[in-house]
């Protein structure tokens, strides 16, 4: 039995060396999209049960259809409305069932990571071959439908298992989500290759926020403001990362998109904010920090 989950070392906050963002930037701002795709009949999983009601769940099948056929585009236009790009956390299946939507994450210069295949499709009791096996596949589907290489990724539901990682490094994967530990990038230990952390915070995630708390637009406007200003102000001592994880059927609908609208006027009406998407705040960590924080933890610093 693990004690811990093995994957990063203690780094206390307040002592680790400084990160600095690019132009002075106090904090580094990106948006994570999860634009998914739902199984009417999933093939069924041991550990877990995609829908809440007996199958096929056509009423929840179709409240997630919501966010690909209206919510999505609502959220997208909100978001050039400030300037603001995504970072893709994409089911690939999206590319084959609604390639309309990957066209207009092209359009909008969005980055795509992989959110595995559906969100009905579970890492639970996956073997590292299946896994592995996964990943190429996603990195194939991006390449075929964008162009883009692909360098993030957050497994389907956070079902990754002890080996996830491992796998994920040793397949040239650049960043990972599925650790949620941290307010600033950091490095992860794996096996052989590279990976490293960025910040996803389930704390402003809207799924928690609007379905397990029953959060009100407004409150989430305040939570997300607050969220951003205490990490602004951190950002001053060493660069922060605030990550929003958004879903288009919850966002994007017609009596929330005035909350994001609202989340991303009080972002952008700061000096000092990057306006990133993931593979930008991880190739810079890389770049600039990763051996420094390495460094740092080999020699016992903390």
């Known amino acids: 039995m693990l004690s811990n989950p093995g994957h990063y070392d203690h780094m206390p906050y307040r002592r680790r ?12 701002v990106w948006l994570a999209p999860n634009i998914e795709h739902y199984e009417l009949n999933p093939p069924p999983n041991a550990r877990r049960n995609p829908w809440p009601r007996p199958l096929p769940d056509v009423a929840g099948y179709s409240w997630r259809d919501h966010g690909n056929r209206a919510g999505f585009w609502r959220m997208a236009d909100t978001m050039a409305k400030y300037g603001v790009r995504g970072s893709v956390s994409l ?7 609604f390639p309309e939507i990957i066209e207009r994450c092209c359009e909008l210069d969005w980055e795509l990571f992989s959110h595995g295949t559906y969100n009905t499709r579970y890492f639970y009791g996956m073997s590292e071959d299946m896994q592995r ?25 956070l079902s990754n298992d002890e080996t996830t990682q491992h796998v994920l490094a040793e397949e040239g994967i650049l960043y990972t989500l599925d650790m949620t530990h941290d307010d600033q990038p950091t490095p992860l230990n794996t096996r052989a290759g590279r990976l490293v952390s960025i910040p996803y915070s389930l704390e402003v995630n809207d799924v928690p926020l609007f379905v ?20 602004y102000e951190e950002g001053a001592e060493s660069g922060t990362v605030l990550c ?18 609202a989340v991303l006027a ?13 593979r930008e ?22």
């Open 17 to 28: 060396p400084k990160i600095a963002w690019p132009n002075g930037a106090r904090i580094a």
């Open 91 to 97: 089911n690939v299946a999206v590319c084959d069932h």
């Open 133 to 157: 096996e996964l990943i190429r596949d996603s990195r194939e589907t991006i390449l075929r439908a964008s162009g883009q290489r692909l360098d993030g990724w957050l497994t389907p539901a």
């Open 212 to 231: 397990s708390r029953n959060t009100s637009a407004d409150r989430y406007v305040a939570i997300c403001n607050a969220q951003f200003d205490q990490l």
């Open 244 to 261: 929003l994880p958004l879903h288009p059927y919850l966002i994007g609908q017609p009596h929330r998109i005035a909350a994001l609208d």
């Open 266 to 278: 009080h972002i952008t009406s700061h000096d000092k904010v990057w306006l990133a998407t993931g």
């Open 281 to 302: 705040i991880a190739q810079h960590y890389i770049d600039h920090h990763l051996a420094d924080h390495q460094s740092w933890i080999a020699e016992g610093t903390p």
